[in-house]
């Protein structure tokens, strides 16, 4: 049966640890009640679910309080919480690596503890928990919705590791900053899996880090662990970030905003073509091209719902195309609620796969495993397009599974209603 343990309300009137006074609202929602998330509950509660326990803490630089101080910061400084040791993602606790790196191991300077390196390391994961000496494992990372960022991975592969060793697991829950609403897009099939996607779930999971957490707890680890989840106060399903009244930190380098967490579950998808995505640009996601495209791209896309499109020349600083005029489109989405940023993303790459063929996808082993396959999760989708699909063909490969996994995602839910 499922060990879980919710923590709701804060204690009224408790002080905070360590003398940290919290604002009772945030600028972005029009001055209303701002949502509280886990860390800001754990705090108000003097950290009381995890006095008396060896703590391993994975966190990036998102894992902060609305002050933006830092939780690290503040659980070492509290002397209420024993943090013995911190486990960094992929771009490392502090933030200082690129896309697909994670960080050697140190000590951080701040705070002396030592700090790990969690990224993408599946086989060793109960050895770093078990060198640390842990006996809970927090992780507090702010995620952005889509199937393919790694953090959600990583918090995976830490919950089977804390099931094998018995030890406790905390998730401190943020928003999903694309709203909870629903899930969308192709599910994943066990023959894709990568760190960009491994067990099934939608493109668009449309659930928080705690509630992916108990779904993996109860769906998909061998052992499940002791899982508490630690709430948040005040989130609705239908918020996108701004409407949550917190601070938005990047989650990655190239996840500078909100604008572009709304268009990576769709944009993301050009990773598996030669086209840039725009890293190393001021608007990755957002901007994409490559040298030979021109006008005619832009014109073929225009009037999607919710958005309009830029014909764009960009020069990327690093990753694809580095140094040269790479032209193409600018994607702005003018009503969220409108917008589809997977089927968007489809007919982006139906079209210009039409006007532009020398532009195509990228592959490993000469042509036998293409990257789109492992971003979209099954291979069907790139071999329709191949044979001539419209774009509104498309969700009818995946309807049958996406059904199935909406059902599947529905008891797993730990916040109700969209308003």
Known sequence: MQRRRLLGSAIAGTALAAGVALPAQAHGNGGGRRVKPGIEVLAK????????????????????????????DLMHASGKVDVVAVFGPEHGFRGVSQAGEGEDYFIDPKTGLPVYNAYNDK??????????????????????????????????????????????FVVLDRPNPVTGQSASGPVLHPEHAT????????????????????LFNHEFVETEADLTVVKMEGWKRSMYFEE????????????PTVDTAVAYPGTCLFEASALSEGRGTTKPFELLGAPGIDHTWTEAVQGLPGTRFREAYFTPSFSKWTGQVCGGTELQVTDRRRFDPIQ????MIVEQRRAFPE??????????SFWLDKLTGNQAVRLAIEAGADAEELPAIWAEELDAFSEQRKSHLLYRGTS
């Open 359 to 368: 532009h195509g996808w990228r592959s490993q082993d000469g042509g036998q």
């Open 344 to 347: 968007t993303a489809l007919t």
């Open 45 to 72: 509660q003097n950290f009381a679910a995890l006095a008396g326990q060896r703590v391993g803490v994975i966190s990036n630089p998102t894992g902060v309080l609305p002050d933006l101080s830092h939780e690290v």
């Open 244 to 255: 949550t009244g917190l601070p938005w930190v990047a989650p990655s380098p190239n996840m």
């Open 195 to 214: 760190f960009v996607g491994l067990k099934p779930i939608a493109q668009r999971h449309g659930m928080t880090v705690g509630e992916l957490a108990t």
């Open 123 to 168: 086989d060793r994961m109960a050895e770093l928990f078990a060198e640390a000496g842990v006996e809970t494992i927090v992780f507090d990372i702010q995620d952005v919705g889509s199937r393919f960022y790694t953090y959600i991975w990583t918090m995976y592969l830490a919950l089977e590791a804390a099931g094998q060793l018995g030890l406790r």
